[in-house]
């Protein structure tokens, strides 16, 4: 080899990939194209670009810019690749990042197998009943916010698919909604689905006795089988 040349590849720099990604991606979900645009989004970030779009990881891969933000939807979705904001308030600077933490995360928590293979699946089912109660795949930011109801504020999904039952039944399909229902309960120490149903009909009964005592006529009797919870202060 030329010796500018080997002094040209020796300039570039090597990247450090941690051992553990190729012994357990498999048992974290990931597949083999997955991996490979993960290990893309890993050197960008070396070199200091942590936020890669599709169109530059398209243009080291053998996929279509289209198909590199599928892959990056379903990463998100796994719940292994994050996005963190970055805002500087003197500057008024705003930025993205790709995040790998919660990868590595799970690759740590590979050591057990039986506890990890349940997560996963947890988490993977969630994703699967969202996407089909709102009839579409969930948008980048959407996976965020199921993968931080999960993680992040610990809701469980039996919780977390109470809400979305409500939402569902109530015709607010939105992110917002659910999240609001979440919150309250999590506010009032709702811990499991009968108390958050025990929560629910108490608001629905001084709702009603709210409705008719606010009524000067009498009326046929009106139930109200849903309670709003963005109104709730």
């Not at 490979?36 to 890993?42: D, G, P, T, W």
């Not at 629910?200 to 005592?213: H, L, N, V």
């Amino acid at each position: 080899m030329n010796k500018s040349h080997m002094l040209r590849w020796l300039n570039e720099g090597s990247v450090s990939i941690p051992k553990m990604l190729f012994q357990y991606y498999k048992r974290v979900g990931i597949t083999e194209e997955e991996c490979m645009l993960l290990l893309q989004v890993y050197t960008f970030a070396e070199s200091g670009n942590y936020f890669p779009t599709p169109e530059e990881l398209a243009e080291r891969m053998t996929y279509s810019s289209e198909t590199c933000m599928e892959i990056l939807r379903r990463l998100m979705q796994k719940g292994v690749l994050t996005i963190d904001e970055h805002q500087d308030m003197e500057k008024g600077y705003y930025s993205e990042t790709y995040s790998l933490l919660a990868l590595w995360e799970k690759l740590l928590l590979v050591s057990e197998p039986k506890q990890e293979k349940n997560v996963l699946s947890t988490e993977t089912n969630l994703y699967s009943i969202f996407e089909t109660e709102f009839g579409r795949p969930l948008s980048p930011i959407e996976c965020e916010t199921l993968a931080m109801w999960i993680d992040q504020d610990q809701h469980p999904s039996s919780l977390i698919q109470a809400a979305l039952k409500e939402g569902v039944l109530s015709g607010k399909m939105n992110f917002r909604y659910i999240d609001r229902i979440l919150f309250e309960w999590k506010k009032n120490g709702i811990q499991t689905v009968e108390q958050a149903r025990e929560y629910g009909e108490k608001f629905r009964k001084y709702q009603s006795r709210t409705k008719s005592s606010s009524d000067p006529e009498p009326k046929k009797k009106v139930t109200y089988p849903f309670y709003n919870w963005l109104e709730q202060s």
